[in-house]
């Protein structure tokens, strides 16, 4: 699951002919890598997702055509397994007390994700407070107006919705697509800007899940920590899931890095937690303060697999390619993790994990 190569510019309206680019632009590509994956998934039958298709629309910047989006198997195996081990997470958060109270889930670096309509759209409709998405602008903008222009999806937004900001904003009842960059500024901490963005359209006595899928490696760990830290305590019930890489000091992981540098991107809020355990035990450190989760776990996706997803489903998605390398597919695997943390007896007594 290594990222592909990021495409040079040229004098067309995305870069200047010099090939200078936006500094966030080589993160704000990651979105495409995420959602190009997924799609090729979903496209070869590894994921169901009707809502995929609308979202995402690949970038003229990304150099994606709808003709190239078929990814090689590890890559789709990757995206199946990342899926179903979040999921998971996620249905266990929203069935716990079952689901008698209603839950908020806030999606860091959200970018094209459908799972608040994915979730709505379940026969068993969980019981959601709230969900809101957080990304950068420049990513918020393009969704909200696919949101707004697509009945399929802002059906699902009640009982209305209001657009804001230059169309980087939109609000519903049960759903916000926050435009919030998640770094701090020179006058205003992380804390301070969750505190005035976040907070206000949030119950703090309602559990509350956040999911940082592939977003605190891009940030320095003094960052991701006070995000947890934040979540940790202004809620009393509540559980972050992580998703990223992990041991990235082996052969793989220079390549990676490699790779990434190639495209002026550089992880460096993966140094600090250079193990799954590192990676669960983040929850735990005592400097959070206040904010220190009460219990934390990891599983790797080669985990996930062998421990999480039935025989039959594996057996299922066998079917749709053929894959020799189970050894690299296991190398790949084990790279990848899912670390979460709870804190709330509502939360911990229901035992969520994978």
Not at 183 to 190: A, D, E, F, G, L
């Amino acid at each position: 699951m290594l990222p592909p190569s990021l495409p040079s510019r040229n004098g067309n309206g995305n870069g200047s002919g010099s090939g200078m680019i936006h500094p966030d632009d080589a993160i704000r590509q990651t979105d495409d890598d995420a959602s190009s994956s997924r799609a090729s998934a979903i496209s070869l039958g590894y994921l169901t997702d009707p809502f995929s298709a609308i979202l995402y629309k690949p970038s003229f910047s990304s150099g994606i055509s709808s003709s190239s989006i078929r990814k090689p198997p590890l890559i789709n195996i990757g995206t199946h397994h990342r899926t179903i081990g979040i999921d998971t997470l996620v249905n266990r958060f929203l069935d716990s007390d079952g689901g008698q109270v209603g839950k908020q889930i806030v999606s860091l670096g959200a970018g094209s994700d459908t799972r608040f309509w994915r979730l709505l759209s379940r026969n068993d409709t969980p019981n959601i407070s709230k969900y809101i998405e957080i990304d950068f602008p420049h990513l918020t903008s393009p969704k909200a107006h696919r949101i707004s222009r697509s009945k399929k999806l802002y059906s699902y937004l009640s009982p209305e919705y209001k657009i804001s900001q230059g169309g980087t904003r939109l609000d519903s009842p049960n759903y916000t697509l926050l435009p919030l960059d998640l770094r701090p500024t020179p006058t205003k901490s992380i804390h301070q800007l969750l505190d005035e963005h976040l907070l206000p359209l949030l119950d703090p006595k309602l559990p509350t899940l956040f999911l940082a899928e592939c977003l605190f490696p891009y940030m320095p760990p003094e960052d991701s920590q006070d995000i947890i830290s934040w979540f940790g305590s202004r809620f009393v019930d509540c559980i972050g899931v992580i998703y990223e890489m992990s041991g990235l000091d082996d052969s793989f992981g220079k390549v990676m890095k490699r790779n990434l540098a190639s495209r002026n991107l550089s992880i460096p809020g993966s140094e600090p937690f250079p193990t799954p355990r590192s990676q669960a035990q983040r929850f735990l450190d005592p400097s959070l303060g206040k904010g220190m989760f009460e219990n934390s776990g990891v599983k790797t996706l080669w985990q996930v697999r062998g421990q999480v997803i039935d025989s039959e489903e594996l057996s299922r998605i066998s079917k749709l390619e053929i894959l020799d390398e189970i050894e690299e597919l296991k190398l790949v695997l084990e790279h990848y993790v899912i670390a979460w943390g709870i804190k709330g007896d509502k939360l911990t007594m229901s035992k969520i994990t994978l």
